[in-house]
């Protein structure tokens, strides 16, 4: 899986390094930083990165609240101040966290967790469905299946078509995908069963080979 890319907005300098650290000891990419927010805004149009850490109160003559109403990726604040109408001005962009200053580690990495999870929720891939394309929640996929350069995805609703590899597949997707066989991936969260030679995915069996045995049955049981 593509580590996820982060964008911080803070305007203290050793925060800022600090927080920058952090985040990549937790395998993220920090893809850019400023302490202003509309330069932080122009990055980001830019940069596209994943998720973003804002501080609510920086340089310049607007606020991370104001960045954070612009911006329609998963955002986390950090700030020194927590009286009331920060608190309420901030809720109402839809955080996904708020981290206090002075913050710890286990503090960004909660974050930063319910960050990755929020967009393992939204994430979706666009495929083919009778010529058309469309997209597909990533978390309603039951298992793909490789077929010369493609892979069908099989949801509940029917089967999908995306022309990729099995590796370039594992690696847009979240960590509840495991390979059990050169053929065949399965979602974790939909497997009812686990034998030698097989993975039971709701009604379906997959087979599982003998190389991917040992590490699928240790994710799997």
Request: glycine fraction near 4%.
């Amino acid at each position: 899986m593509k580590p996820y890319r982060v964008y911080i907005l803070e305007d203290e300098f050793i925060t800022q390094e600090v927080i920058k650290q952090t985040l990549e000891s937790l395998d993220c990419v920090v893809c850019g930083m400023n302490s202003n927010a509309e330069k932080a805004l122009t990055e980001i149009q830019s940069l596209k990165p994943d998720l973003a850490f804002l501080d609510i109160r920086v340089d310049g003559e607007k606020t991370g609240i104001w960045l954070g109403n612009q911006l329609e990726i998963p955002i986390v604040y950090l700030t020194a101040f927590t009286d009331e109408k920060n608190i309420k001005d901030a809720v109402r962009t839809n955080p996904i966290s708020y981290v206090n200053k002075p913050f710890k580690e286990k503090d960004l990495m909660i974050a930063l967790e319910l960050a990755k999870s929020k967009l393992q929720e939204e994430k979706e891939l666009l495929v083919k469905d009778k010529n058309v394309t469309v997209k597909v929640k990533v978390n309603d996929i039951l298992f793909a299946k490789k077929e010369d350069h493609y892979l069908v995805l099989h949801t509940e609703d029917g089967n999908k078509l995306i022309r990729s590899t099995v590796q370039e597949f594992l690696e847009n997707v979240n960590g509840d995908f495991i390979q059990v066989h050169r053929s065949f991936i399965v979602n974790k969260n939909f497997v009812s069963g686990v034998s030698n030679k097989m993975v039971k995915v709701l009604d379906h069996e997959i087979p599982i080979s003998q190389s991917f045995l040992k590490s699928a049955k240790s994710e799997l049981i």
